[in-house]
C-alpha cells in the first residue's frame, strides 16, 4: 500500500519562503500525477497545484500562481512545493495526494492516496 508523507512545514514570518516535500513509499510513483491541497481552519480543503506523472505539466490555483512551485523527482519519489512569498492566509495544513491525473487531481482527487498533512503557518 503506497504512504505518503509530506514534511518542511513550519512557522514563517510574511514574505518568507517554504519547501515542502512528499516522499512516496512504492515503486509506481512515476506512474501517477501528484498534487497538493490545503485547509485551513474553518475552511474546506482546496487545490493548490498539481504536476504530470512526468514532470511536463503543472497547474496551480490562481492564488499561488507566481509564488508556489510544484516539482518532482521521480528517481527519489518525491514532489517538492516551494512557496515563496508568503502570506498569512496561505496558513493551513497542506496535504500531499497521489491519484491517476491532473485532472482527477483538479477534480477533488475522491479516489487518490492521501498524506497526512503538514501544518504551514505566516505570521503578519
Known amino acids: 500500500q503506497v504512504r505518503l508523507v509530506e514534511s518542511g512545514g513550519g512557522l514563517v514570518q510574511a514574505g518568507g519562503s517554504l519547501r515542502l516535500s512528499c516522499a512516496a513509499s512504492g515503486r509506481t510513483f512515476a506512474n501517477y500525477a501528484m498534487g497538493w491541497f490545503r485547509q485551513a481552519p474553518g475552511k474546506e480543503r482546496e487545490f493548490v497545484a498539481a504536476?504530470?506523472?512526468?514532470?511536463?505539466?503543472?497547474v496551480y490555483q490562481d492564488f499561488v500562481k507566481g509564488r508556489f512551485t510544484i516539482s518532482r523527482e521521480n528517481g527519489k519519489n518525491i514532489v517538492h512545493l516551494q512557496m515563496n512569498s508568503l502570506k498569512p492566509e496561505d496558513t493551513a495544513v497542506y496535504y500531499c495526494v497521489r491519484d491517476r491525473s491532473t485532472a482527477t487531481i483538479l477534480n477533488g482527487a475522491a479516489s487518490g492516496t492521501w498524506g497526512q498533512g503538514t501544518q504551514v503557518t505566516v505570521s503578519s
Open positions: 504536476i504530470t506523472w512526468n514532470g511536463v505539466d503543472t
